[in-house]
Structures are given as C-alpha cells and as structure tokens.
T-cell receptor, first 114, second 112 residues
Framework: KAGVTQTPRYLIKTRGQQVTLSCSPISGHRSVSWYQQTPGQGLQFLFEYFSETQRNKGNFPGRFSGRQFSNSRSEMNVSTLELGDSALYLCASSPGGKRTDTQYFGPGTRLTVL | GENVEQHPSTLSVQEGDSAVIKCTYSDSASNYFPWYKQELGKRPQLIIDIRSNVGEKKDQRIAVTLNKTAKHFSLHITETQPEDSAVYFC???????????FGSGTRLSIRP
C-alpha cells in the first residue's frame, strides 16, 4: 500500500496570510490526526478526524481548523498566520476502529512564516 | 493531566553500549504506549509499542518496559549501532482524553 502523503512539502507565507495543507491517508484508513512539530515543543496534537467528523482536538487557537472528506483525505487550515506558526506539520493515519491503532506518519509539510 | 515527560533530552553512548530513555505519564487511564524513531529529515516511524496488560516487550535489540503503578515506561536499546542515531519519542494514549500525547523527544547519538 502507498504510504501517507502530504502536500505541499514546503510552504513560505507571510504574516496574516492563510494556508491550507493536505493529507492523504493510507488506503482503507479512516482516521487522520494532525501534529505540529517544533524544535522546542516536540510533537503537539492538533486534532483528529474520523469518518469526516472531528473526534478530538488539542489546545490550539481557533485559527487552526481542519476537515475530512468522504475519501478520508484531510485538510488543515491556518488563518491569520503568525511567526510562531512556523513548524513542520505532520499528519498520521490509522485504521481508526480503535483509538489505539498504530499511527503512520506522512513526510510533513514545512511551513515558514515570514 | 495531559502530560508525558521524557528524559533525557539528549543522550550520547558509545557504539555497542546500551541506551535507556524514560517517560512518565499522569493519566492512570492510559493503556497504550508507542515509541517512535525519527531520523534527520524523515517522518517518525513506530519502532515498538506496549499495552497496559503486559510489563515488557522485546523486539531484537529493542525492549520496552512498563510500570503501571509508578506510571512510567522505558525504552531500552542494546548493542547500539550508528544507525540508532535519531530522535526518539515516547507517547501515551490518554484514556481520559482519548488521544495520544507525545513526549518532547530524546536525541540519541552513537559515538564510534
């Protein structure tokens, strides 16, 4: 099976702009989780989607949002970008039937906010 | 609380020696503990996991131990090799919050 893919791989934006990142899970996986990775904070959980519904969310401001489509592909959106949003954004997919299913990560999208 | 503490943040060991990374969690309802390895510029990959109904699990040179009473779990790598150099993340599934929380990572370096 093909692995988790993310597009774009790199992105440069300026403060105040908004950005949309995409994640395609492994075929058959119904859960997609998003994480923000920064050198100082490690992997921070953003949200999880399962069957087009947000199943859980982390402690991020409302500028961070996401959605999932019927084919399980997921997008996350960050509005009104701030310098501190510069990070590697990783998504991970799992079969989703159990919350403790193994998660498989994508390569990430590196976002730089200038 | 939603917290997983990981120590040490950096670890350097001689090739062939063992490396141990420790994590503690606060949610007594946690029942699943995966470990991920992230090589430079690559995605995190699962290397081993343990569920709360067992105390230890081994896979070749890698082992994980779990102490539910003390709420801590550890990764043990024996006979370390240069390709073990990476950042290792522990994680815990918090039953009370139904989500996986990651530790802050340990950068492991293997000295030749």
């Amino acid at each position: 099976k093909a692995g988790v893919t993310q597009t774009p791989r790199y992105l440069i934006k300026t403060r105040g702009q908004q950005v949309t990142l995409s994640c395609s899970p492994i075929s058959g996986h119904r859960s997609v989780s998003w994480y923000q990775q920064t050198p100082g904070q490690g992997l921070q959980f953003l949200f999880e989607y399962f069957s087009e519904t947000q199943r859980n969310k982390g402690n991020f401001p409302g500028r961070f949002s996401g959605r999932q489509f019927s084919n399980s592909r997921s997008e996350m959106n960050v509005s009104t970008l701030e310098l501190g949003d510069s990070a590697l954004y990783l998504c991970a997919s799992s079969p989703g039937g159990k919350r403790t299913d193994t998660q498989y990560f994508g390569p990430g999208t590196r976002l730089t906010v200038l | 609380g939603e917290n997983v503490e990981q120590h040490p943040s950096t670890l350097s060991v001689q090739e062939g020696d063992s490396a141990v990374i420790k994590c503690t969690y606060s949610d007594s309802a946690s029942n699943y503990f995966p470990w991920y390895k992230q090589e430079l510029g690559k995605r995190p990959q699962l290397i081993i996991d343990i569920r709360s109904n067992v105390g230890e699990k081994k896979d070749q040179r890698i082992a994980v131990t779990l102490n539910k009473t003390a709420k801590h779990f550890s990764l043990h790598i024996t006979e370390t090799q240069p390709e073990d150099s990476a950042v290792y993340f522990c994680a815990a599934f918090l039953g009370s919050a139904s989500k996986i929380i990651f530790g802050s990572g340990t950068r492991l370096s293997i000295r030749p």
